[in-house]
């Protein structure tokens, strides 16, 4: 797949998941809202993260990794701390 084709899919991928979180707003879905849109959102850090910043390899995505353990330590020392 050249680049330009992945730089379109991600394109298009990115407007489906914009009109999903805008169609999302529309409905009345209670607390799955919140938990629909979480995950609408992380789908768009994954593609993100794999086209427009080339995390493909082993210590990028363990450096990301990394950084994702170490926020969730932070914040579960912030809920703790109440």
């Known amino acids: 797949m050249s680049e330009l084709q992945k730089l379109v899919f991600g394109y298009v991928g990115l407007l489906a998941l914009l009109a999903l979180t805008v169609g999302s707003s529309f409905l009345d ?6 938990a629909l849109n979480l995950t609408i959102a992380a ?3 994954v593609l993100i993260a ?13 450096a990301v990794a990394a950084a994702g353990l170490w926020l969730v330590i932070l914040f579960g020392l912030t809920v703790i701390g109440r």
């Open 29 to 34: 879905l209670g607390g799955f809202n919140v």
């Open 43 to 45: 789908a768009k850090t």
């Open 50 to 62: 794999l086209l427009f910043m080339h995390l493909t390899g082993t210590l990028p995505r363990l």
